[in-house]
């Protein structure tokens, strides 16, 4: 899967929501690579893999359950 691939597919998940696609390759002093893709959609936390398919699978299990959640702090005058 291409970047403009991965950007497709994260447009059509994300359905006008705040996306964001990023990509760290990584070499090592023995030239080995290391590739991490990230996908993020408002609502939900950031999704990795090796693999543009494999964060995007990450993400899109996320989606069919329940969203994320940001957990709300307390106002001060409520707890005490």
């Not at 991965?6 to 964001?20: C, F, P, V």
């Not at 590739?35 to 693999?51: L, M, Q």
Request: aromatic share 14%; glycine share 8%.
């Amino acid at each position: 899967m291409t970047f403009k691939d991965a950007q497709a597919e994260l447009d059509r998940l994300a359905d006008g929501k705040h996306r964001t696609l990023t990509f760290d390759l990584t070499t090592s002093y023995g030239g080995q690579h290391e590739t991490k893709c990230w996908v993020y959609v408002d609502g939900y936390t950031w999704y990795r893999g090796p693999t543009w398919r494999d964060a995007l699978s990450e993400l899109r299990s996320a989606m069919e359950g329940f969203p994320q959640t940001t957990e709300e702090i307390p106002n001060i005058e409520d707890v005490f």
